[in-house]
């Protein structure tokens, strides 16, 4: 996880997770970026999962961001979902002309984390052959 950027990044095996908020300014962007863009390409992450639950509204400056995140993540290897966007943000996003081009969405960060494969350990364990 990190401080520096403002925004934690989580990691869960090869997949990071982090989110998005609406008072995002153009230092702390950067900086998320940055880390952001670092993680993937040097601890292989194969899947990023953007949440944006928290965003009520979004204006053109965090909707590039966005864009830009997701680009950057899909140059890199990374499988990039957007999660849990609210209709004002999408209609928003669509008003602008913004496409998330190659990105994937989901309604909550846990349907983001089926889409990558991720099983809760209770279903995992239901999954696994019985030793006889």
Do not use: K
């Amino acid at each position: 996880m990190t401080a520096d950027a403002g925004l934690p990044i989580l990691r869960l095996g090869d997949i990071l997770i982090s989110g998005l908020l609406s008072d995002l300014d153009d230092t702390t962007a950067l900086r998320f970026t940055d880390e952001l863009t670092t993680r993937i390409s040097d601890e292989s992450i194969r899947g990023v999962i953007l949440d944006i639950s928290r965003l009520e509204i979004i204006d053109s400056f965090v909707a590039r961001v966005l864009m830009q995140l997701a680009a950057t993540g899909r140059l890199l290897g990374a499988r990039m979902i957007v999660a849990g966007m609210r209709p004002a943000v999408a209609i928003t996003l669509s008003e602008l002309g913004l496409r998330l081009t190659g990105v994937q969405t989901a309604l909550n960060a846990e349907q983001a984390m089926e889409l990558l494969g991720w099983r809760r350990p209770a279903e995992a364990a239901e999954e696994a052959p019985h030793a006889s």
